[in-house]
Structure formats: structure tokens, C-alpha cells
């Protein structure tokens, strides 16, 4: 028989890019596509479990490390609205300790537990916090982790260097068998140079998988604690997260290529140009 | 991964697991067609085809070399043929210092000194006497088994010279009887995750109920918590407000210096105390027989040592410092920042003669104390005293040295170190060996001057690992020098390494030095058995 393929899909980007929101609603159309679906928190924030689960008290495996020195399976895997199970790495206070450890450990917790072979989860998605900062935060791009990773970005210098930063850091993890799966545009602004973007991807050899408008639903969602997908499900931009969906399940690792992201010296050259030669 | 240079490209054998094997091509850029060219390098690979994983290492790699030029990896990589030893490709990435820290670094066959390990951990060195000392070390529980040594019973990777003698060495003083408490705050997962300085502001609050007035308490920093970047210096700061309290830092403090203001407060306390005429203060002799012997000669010749302090800090006697009309500081580079801080400013008169290592030294650092409180004719005299009462056994041990040979592996730039004492932790030990008598087989790297030319030093050039461990073996050296404990370079070679903690200072400590190397030298041990412990 064999084995079950697992979609691993990670989103990252620039902080407040809008990361958890996307993958939040991308958790929840999977899960009304009737795929089980984990949804993994790495954000010591741990606002889009909190979103998922309609609640702000979080058990977390860093908590119960702290509290037991040890971590049960059933202390930490929450089942959500629409049967999505989350579970969350949590993290030090802020301005202490080592988040990037604490992701690591709580993926170690996964291989010890076998939760991702033992649950039946056909998709997993991994939520990252910002940009790769050190080894710690990439540890789900470690084999067996994550696969395809998405890159959030807006057309603001800074979340495109993030983004190059980020195509680093798979190009570093492609022996893992980690790809870039594309870029996702989500902008807030009305007048955002699409094109910009698209050459930026080019230069990355990449490509823009979706891109995604400003839209105040989304905040009236989160006010509810609910996703867009589940506080309007038939809007437009509903349905653009929908085909977005679908795409990242196309996607075939196998025939993508790593990307080619530029030294930084080169990103500002042709950043001048918008990234136009 | 293997790397070797073969003309003007270099050459890497990558091995993945489920991979087939691939070389990949590296070459300036604009070189010829290629798969790949970054901004300074191309790349192609050996064959006619390449499977898409063999593609994706290949961009891997190209990814992870960066900017890096070619020249900047040409550089690190040895020329096919002359050197078989695997270069991990991260050390090109690395541009920093190679050191013994970083493991496979392409010269570390050929090092024998490390002397950056000793500056890093200098400061555990420093020793409280006289009170009682609570030892706070925080970090990870395993990480004691790489740090120095607490004492002169337990084992480390490295001869820290401060650990000296060592106990089956002849006529080692005892280890310190006193063994201090001890307490680590043994940092897990979950204070790595969220901060271990909480844990560490725990353990001394707990210690400020449990320590008596008099108490030292020294907190030791290890490097996990400097990773996560725990406040360790304001824990101690809080604390210090109750107790007499030291910040031992793994790394070189980058604030204020607990443990100078400590002394410095203790050497302050004592400045009404009276001055007396001849008397000096010390400071860089760790104590010991030589302490004992080199402030006997003074006593001898009539000048009072009013305090001894460094390595040794005792708070006690550091109230006694200022009743000294010269303060004698010896040369030691790991101590002179404690002496700019806390010695050089005091209203004394400060003299800094060489280090008192070997007889002629020894007899040089005594005259200059004399001369500088009026007493040279007495010292003279003692000298000569104490000259008589060992000649016969310094006289058997020159024909001793005389028939045995001491090795020192060296790249050709850093001969001169070796009679160095800023470089040798405060021991010129090419001097010092010399003027026992030792015949000394200088094993050089490289084809820069190797510039000492003292009587009876042989210099043996070599070029790669095979031709160093020749001359090891061939040789006629019975020790040979390295600071990494029970070297098996050595061992395997038959040979007994040997290191700075047989070194002492003084007189009688020159005596007890050769005796010591002599012993070295004769031992046959490895000679016999080394070969059963050779590693690969």
C-alpha cells in the first residue's frame, strides 16, 4: 500500500504581511474541501490558533515543557471549528529566551509523537512569524517538515527583501526537498504596482501564485473570531483564496526549480529599477 | 563533501544520502559555458547529465557560497595531491578565525597551541581564598564537561596552564583542600525557550538566606545563556547589594568588572593601614611551592611581602596591599586588564620585571624587586645562599636534559612565539628549556624563517599531515608540546606530550620543571603502547 502523501505547506514574510490571516482562511476552505487538516502555530503571538479555535487561552508546548518537563499529545492538539486541529509551539516573553529553540523542540516533540503519520492529516500548515531570522526558524523546513514554501509579500521594499531573504533560506534547505512554491501578493494598497511583483518573482525564479486586494471583511471577520471563509464564504475574495487553494495543491515539488535570490548588494541595485532588468 | 583545487577550478565530490555521487566544477565566473554563475563563480558538473536532485545540491551550494570569491575559496582549498584532507565547504562560508572551536578546520592537524582557548577561560583561573565561596554556574549541566577544570581532580580537553601541577606530577603541591560549594542552575529546554535568568535570580535569592557574612558567592556564565542572551550581569548587579558577589564571565566582560571592583574595594579598605619600608606586594604568582619559595628569597634578603593576590584573590590579605611600598606585578597576559583596572592607578610604585620562569629570570625579577626598595647587596647574598643548596641537584639535572630532546610543532611564523611569554601564558618556554639544557627539535610548517637560533635547536621542516607524523615518530624529542589533553597525535607516535602545567616558577620550581620534563622525556609508555590508541 502505499503511503499517504502529506501536503506541508508554510507560508512566511515580512511581519504583519498578512501570513496568519491567508493561512487561517487556507486552513478553513481545506478543511470544507473534507481534507484533515493540522494547522501547526510557530508564532509566540499565537494569534492564529486563538483565531481557529475562537479562545485566547491557548495550551502550548512550550507551556506544558515548562509546566511538566514533559508533553502529552492530548494537552496540546486542539480540534477547531470545522475539525481543524491546531497545535502551538508558544514561546518566551518577549525580549528573552530563544523562540527559534522552542520551534525546534515542539518539532521534535512531532517526531517523537508521530503526529503527523499517526493522525491521518492530509495537510499540514505550518505559520511562521516573520522572516528567518536564525536556525531555529527554519527548523520547519527541516526534512519531513515543511515542503512548499509560500512567500507573502506586498509591494513594499522591505517584505520583497524579506521575501529574498526567504528564498535564501530555502535554497539552503533544498536538500531537505523544500521548494518555493510562489509568492503570494496581498496588497492593502489600492494603487500597488502588480508588475513590480511579478518581475521581482521573475528574478527569483518564481511566480506569483495569487494575488490578494485589501478588503474590510477581513477585519470585521477577526472582530468575530472568525475566518473570512466562515463569515463570508461566498465573497470574491473568498473565492480568490479558494483558487489559491486549489493551486498550492498542484503544485508538484518535483518540478520546481530552487530559486536564484540575489545578494543584497544586487537586491538594491535593482530594486532602484523596480526591478525592471 | 570533499574539496580540492586542481588548476584554476576547484573540484567538490558531493555524496547525498539517496543521491548519486556528483562533482561539481567551481571556477571563476565568465570562465566557459556552466549550469550556473553567480555573481563571482561558475559552476558546472562532471558528466553529461544531471538528475534534477544532483541540480538542486548544485544550487544549494551555489546559494550557500553567497558572494564569496573565487580566490577567497581557492585559497582554503589544498592542491590535489599535496594534502588528502577532507575541507568541509562551511569553512569557506566562514570567514572568521580558525581556531580549535571550529571542528575540521583545514589546519587543525598541525595546531598544538591554543592559545585562544586559554584567554576565553582565563578568568576561571581566578581564585577566592580565605572565605568561603558559593559557586553559581549557569548553564547546562553538560556543559561542565568542556569547560576548565574546577580543580586539579577532574579532567578537561585542554592543559589550562592554571591547573598546576597535576597531582601525579612529581612533587605537585595538593590540590586545593578546600572544595568550594557549588551549584549550577542546570538550564533544560523550557529555560533555554523562555530565559534562564529568572532561574538564575531564583538560585541566589535562595543562597541569600543560606550564606554566612564573609561568603563569596561567584557567578559563573557558560555560553547557552550568552546565546539567549539572559542579563546575567544585572542579576548580579541586584544581588550585589547583599553579599560580597563575583561575575565570572565566560566571555570578556563587556560591562563592569565584578570581580576588579570586588578587590579593588577590598584593596581599598586597607589604605589607612600603616606602610612599611621594604616591603612589596605581588600580584601573578598562583600559590603554591614557588609562592612560597620566591617570597622566602625576599624574606631572606630583607624585604617583606605584605600581600600576594592573581590568581588567588584573597580579600583578606588585599586589605594589606597598600601597606607595601612597591607593588610587583608580574607579566601575564591574561591579567593585565585586571591590572590596568585595579593595580596600575594605585599611588604605589609599580615595577614590572620578566616573569620569573627559569633561573636566570628568576634571578633578574628578584634583583629588580631588590634594587627597587635599596636591598641588592642582601638579595645577593640570598641568592647565592639558595644557589649552593641546589647546584648539585641543578647540576644532575643539566646532564640529565643534556641527553634527552624536547619537540615543538609550530607553523614557521609562530617560532618566535614560542620564547614569548605574552604569547605562552605568561611562560617563555623555548627560553626556559633551553637554559635546562634540553635539546630541542623545532617540527616547522611552512617556508618562512624559522629565526631561533639558540644553541641546540634542530629545525625539521614539514609540509603535510604524513610528513609531520614522520618526523613525530623518527625523531629522537622523548615529549613533545600541546595544550589538548592526552594528545593522540603525539601518543601514536610514541611520544608523551607535555604541556605549560609542568612549568613553575622560581628556582626550586626550574628544578622541579626539569625534573618534570626529564621525566617526560624518559617515560616510555607510549612508546611501547601508543600505537594501540592511534585514531584516524
Keep these: 500500500m502505499s503511503k499517504k502523501r502529506i501536503e506541508r505547506i508554510v507560508f512566511l514574510g515580512k511581519g504583519g504581511i ?163 512554491g510562489g509568492l503570494v501578493a496581498n496588497l492593502k494598497d489600492a494603487k500597488a504596482d502588480e508588475r513590480m511583483i511579478g518581475r521581482f518573482a521573475r528574478k527569483l525564479k518564481t511566480r506569483v501564485v495569487a494575488t490578494l486586494r485589501r478588503d474590510a471583511r477581513f477585519r470585521k471577520a477577526e472582530y468575530r473570531r472568525l475566518t473570512l471563509a466562515e463569515h463570508a464564504p461566498d465573497c470574491e475574495t473568498v473565492k480568490n483564496l479558494g483558487k489559491l487553494a486549489r493551486k498550492v495543491l498542484r503544485i508538484d515539488p518535483a518540478r520546481i526549480e530552487p530559486p536564484t535570490p540575489m545578494d543584497d548588494k544586487t537586491f538594491y541595485e535593482l530594486s532602484r529599477r523596480e526591478f525592471s532588468r | 563533501m570533499a574539496l580540492v583545487r586542481r588548476g584554476d577550478a576547484v573540484r567538490m565530490n558531493v555524496t547525498y544520502e539517496g543521491v548519486a555521487p556528483l562533482t561539481i566544477i567551481i571556477s571563476p565566473a ?22 534534477a536532485q544532483q541540480e538542486r545540491i548544485l544550487r544549494s551550494i551555489a546559494g550557500r557560497l553567497g558572494d564569496a570569491t573565487f580566490d577567497e575559496i581557492a585559497q582554503k582549498v589544498p592542491e590535489e595531491d599535496q594534502e588528502r584532507g577532507a575541507v568541509d565547504p562551511e569553512e569557506i562560508v566562514d570567514r572568521g578565525v580558525v581556531t580549535v572551536e571550529q571542528w575540521g578546520a583545514p589546519d587543525a592537524w598541525r595546531r598544538f597551541v591554543f592559545r585562544r582557548e586559554f584567554e576565553r577561560n582565563a578568568s576561571s583561573a581566578l581564585r577566592v581564598t580565605g572565605r568561603r565561596v558559593v559557586t553559581v554556574s549557569h548553564g547546562e549541566s553538560e556543559c561542565q564537561y568542556a569547560t576548565p577544570a574546577i580543580d586539579a581532580r577532574s579532567m578537561s580537553l585542554f592543559c589550562y596552564p592554571w591547573i598546576r601541577p ?28 523562555t530565559g534562564g535568568a529568572a532561574k538564575l535570580d531564583a538560585v541566589l535569592d535562595a543562597l541569600a538566606d543560606r550564606t554566612c557574612e564573609g561568603d563569596v558567592v561567584v557567578v559563573r556564565s557558560t555560553c547557552m545563556p550568552h546565546v539567549i542572551g539572559d542579563d546575567m550581569q544585572e542579576s548580579v548587579r541586584r544581588w550585589s547589594g547583599r553579599g560580597d558577589i563575583i561575575y565570572d564571565d565566560v566571555f570578556a566582560p ?101 616573569t620569573p620562569h627559569g633561573v636566570a629570570d628568576t634571578r633578574r625579577w628578584l634583583e629588580a624587586i631588590a634594587r627597587s626598595v635599596g636591598r641588592e647587596a642582601e638579595m ?24 634527552v630532546r624536547l619537540g615543538f610543532v609550530v607553523d614557521a611564523d609562530e617560532c618566535a612565539a614560542l620564547g614569548d611569554p605574552v604569547k ?113
Excluded at chain 1, 485566547?56 to 475539525?83: F, H, K, M, W, Y
Excluded at chain 1, 525546534?104 to 493522525?119: C, G, I, K, P, V
Excluded at chain 2, 554563475?37 to 544531471?50: A, M, N, Q
Excluded at chain 2, 645577593?380 to 646532564?399: F, V, Y
Design chain 2, 30 to 51: 565568465g570562465s566557459g559555458p556552466c549550469l550556473l554563475e553567480t555573481r563571482h563563480l561558475s559552476f558546472r558538473y562532471e558528466g553529461t547529465t544531471i538528475t
Design chain 1, 18 to 180: 498578512g501570513k496568519s490571516t491567508i493561512l487561517t482562511n487556507l486552513s478553513t476552505i481545506y478543511a470544507q474541501m473534507g481534507r484533515k487538516v493540522l494547522f501547526v502555530g510557530c508564532d509566540p503571538k499565537r494569534d492564529a490558533t486563538m483565531l481557529l479555535m475562537s479562545r485566547t487561552d491557548i495550551p502550548t508546548v512550550i507551556d506544558q515543557l515548562i509546566r511538566t518537563n514533559d508533553v502529552r499529545l492530548e494537552d496540546v492538539l486542539l480540534e477547531a471549528r470545522s475539525g481543524i486541529h491546531c497545535i502551538e509551539a508558544g514561546g518566551p516573553e518577549p525580549g528573552v529566551g530563544c523562540a527559534g529553540r522552542g520551534i525546534a523542540r515542539m518539532l521534535e516533540f512531532f517526531t517523537e509523537s508521530e503526529l503527523l503519520e499517526r493522525n491521518g492529516y492530509d495537510t499540514v500548515l505550518f505559520d511562521l512569524l516573520g522572516d528567518i531570522v536564525c536556525g531555529g526558524f527554519a527548523t520547519p523546513l527541516r526534512k519531513g517538515f515543511g515542503e512548499k514554501v509560500f512567500i507573502v509579500v506586498s509591494d513594499e521594499l522591505m517584505s520583497l527583501y524579506a521575501a529574498n531573504n526567504i528564498a535564501r533560506a530555502v535554497v539552503n534547505c533544498a536538500p531537505n526537498g523544500v521548494v518555493l
Design chain 2, 254 to 354: 563587556a560591562g563592569r568588572d565584578l570581580t576588579a571592583e570586588l578587590l579593588a574595594a577590598a584593596i581599598d579598605s586597607g589604605k589607612r593601614r600603616k606602610r612599611r619600608g621594604s616591603s612589596v606586594a605581588l600580584a601573578g604568582i598562583a600559590p603554591g611551592p614557588a609562592l612560597v619559595e620566591l617570597e622566602g628569597l625576599l624574606v631572606e634578603a630583607g624585604i617583606d611581602v605584605v600581600s600576594a593576590l592573581v590568581p588567588r584573590i584573597d580579600l583578606e590579605r588585599a586589605r594589606d596591599w597598600r601597606r607595601a611600598a612597591v607593588q610587583v606585578l608580574v607579566p601575564d597576559p591574561y591579567r593585565d586588564a585586571l591590572y590596568e583596572s585595579v593595580f596600575r592607578p594605585l599611588p604605589l610604585e609599580t615595577i614590572e620585571p620578566p
Design chain 2, 380 to 403: 645577593r647574598r640570598a641568592w647565592k645562599r639558595r644557589m649552593r643548596r641546589c647546584a648539585a641537584e641543578r647540576r644532575r639535572l643539566r646532564q640529565d636534559a643534556a641527553g
Design chain 2, 166 to 193: 597535576l597531582a601525579h606530577v612529581p612533587n605537585a603541591p595538593a590540590p586545593e583542600r578546600s572544595i568550594p560549594s557549588f551549584i549550577t542552575t542546570d538550564m533544560r529546554d523550557a529555560d533555554i525557550i
Design chain 2, 424 to 536: 605562552m601564558a605568561g611562560v617563555p618556554v623555548l627560553g626556559v628549556v633551553c637554559e635546562m639544557g634540553f635539546g630541542i627539535d623545532l617540527m616547522v610548517y611552512g617556508d618562512g624563517p624559522a629565526p631561533d637560533d639558540r644553541p641546540g635547536v634542530e629545525i625539521h621542516r614539514f609540509d603535510d599531515r604524513e610528513s609531520l607524523q614522520r618526523l613525530m615518530r623518527d625523531l629522537p624529542c622523548g615529549a613533545i608540546y600541546s595544550d589538548l589533553y592526552c594528545d593522540a597525535r603525539i601518543t601514536a607516535a610514541g611520544k608523551m606530550p607535555f604541556c605549560l602545567q609542568l612549568f613553575e616558577p622560581g628556582l626550586e620550581g626550574a628544578v622541579r620543571t626539569a625534573e618534570r620534563l626529564v621525566g617526560a622525556c624518559r617515560a616510555d609508555f607510549y612508546r611501547k603502547y601508543g600505537t594501540h590508541g592511534r585514531t584516524h
